[in-house]
């Protein structure tokens, strides 16, 4: 189904964007301090589940609640045609991104299967209803309007009564564009951030390394400018990402950011504010090598490292039971006390 066109946007303008985007709330500290007590009275020796202490606290911190739920987890998957496809960066054609959404619509992809493993709800968001991106090699890949319509697109996919939000994205040529826009931000060249993506060889990556040279040398006027480079080196389904982690740090809803498109596609948040991704975890490392240089640059490290790199929201969505354990150790563990637990070892006890 096409994304409803709207009459009016929430950002008209790139200046109403950058002003939302350095206006966003914090985490509740009061959840943050109640879940830190809570965690402290947990049978179990202090810190030992690692990781999934912070994750508890992250997601009660933003969901606002001393025992986090995932009651009503949303993966949406933003979908864009790419015309920087039309310099053989990829080797599979535009067609396959509507197929592809046709496959989602009819749960043969992996994500249908990875969301109901999860227990997670899926949203898919085509917008191959426009035209595909200008190749940005010769001009920039949207215009304003249709920059602001995309960000909007993703804006509104975002629903307060979401426990927990997974994004992801289809579009074949997006890793090019992934590509060039986290070089306009990081710094580096094409040959630094090309990869094979989905499936390129080593001709096809050396054309995109060059295919993104030209990008960086047409659009090297915005430099400084994180939402004109978003808009000039990214697509639709990019421009819906960002729109979406906005929307839900709005909204306190914690997200999941899966590989490296939608990574790239969140990072201009974080050059507008440098507490903008506060509220997003990163599920993986994709084996693009490009993914694990990025999140070093947005100081995120990765949940879970299987050498996906599909995209789609399933490495995302891969983290929700990972998530669902980390609430229900801390929301069901016993303290010492209801177990009763010895809670210090003996003094002089080895
Ligand atoms: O998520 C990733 O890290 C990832 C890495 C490589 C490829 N992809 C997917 O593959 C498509 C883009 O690949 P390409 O080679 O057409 O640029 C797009 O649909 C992405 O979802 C995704
Ligand atoms: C088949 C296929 C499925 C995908 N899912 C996400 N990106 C993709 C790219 C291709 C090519």
Not at 74 to 87: D, E, I, L, T, Y
Not at 294 to 323: D, Q
């Amino acid at each position: 189904m096409p994304a409803p066109r709207r009459t009016s946007l929430p950002f008209p303008t790139p200046d109403a964007l950058r002003a939302a985007c350095a206006d966003l709330p914090p985490p509740d500290e009061a959840a943050r301090y109640a879940i830190a007590a809570r965690e402290a009275t947990l049978t179990k020796p202090p810190g030992s589940l690692g990781r999934l202490e912070e994750l508890a606290a992250w997601l009660g911190a933003w969901q606002g609640r001393e025992r986090p739920a995932l009651d009503r987890v949303r993966v949406v998957v933003f979908a864009g045609n790419h015309g920087v496809v039309a310099r053989g960066v990829s080797p599979w054609p535009a067609s396959v991104t509507a197929q592809m959404v046709a496959n989602f619509a009819a749960g043969g992809a992996a994500i249908n299967q990875i969301a109901r493993v999860a227990g997670a709800g899926l949203t898919v968001v085509p917008m191959m209803d426009l035209a595909p991106t200008a190749d940005f090699t010769v001009a920039p890949a949207m215009d304003q309007d249709a920059f602001l319509a995309a960000v909007a697109t993703g804006h509104d996919a975002v629903e307060a009564e979401t426990d927990l939000l997974c994004l992801g994205e289809m579009g074949i040529g997006n890793t090019t564009a992934a590509a060039a826009l986290a070089a306009s931000l990081y710094g580096g060249s094409g040959a630094d951030w090309a990869g094979p993506g989905a499936g390129s060889d080593a001709d096809g990556v050396a054309r995109k390394a060059r295919t993104i040279d030209a990008a960086l040398a047409r659009h090297a006027g915005h430099a400084g400018d994180p939402l004109a480079l978003a808009r000039c080196l990214g697509g639709y389904e990019m421009a819906a990402i960002l729109g979406a982690v906005l929307a839900a740090r709005q909204k306190r809803v914690p997200v999941v950011l899966d590989g490296f498109i939608c990574t790239a596609a969140a990072a201009p948040l974080l050059r507008l504010n440098p507490d903008g991704l506060a509220h997003t975890v990163l599920s993986h490392r994709s084996a693009e090598a490009a993914h694990g240089v990025l999140a070093r640059h947005l100081g995120l490290e990765p949940l879970l490292n299987l050498g996906l790199r599909l995209g789609e929201a399933s490495g995302a969505a891969l983290a929700v039971p990972l998530l669902r354990a980390a609430a229900a150790c801390h929301g069901g563990m016993a303290t010492f006390a209801e177990a009763e637990v010895s809670e210090k070892k003996v003094s002089g006890e080895t």
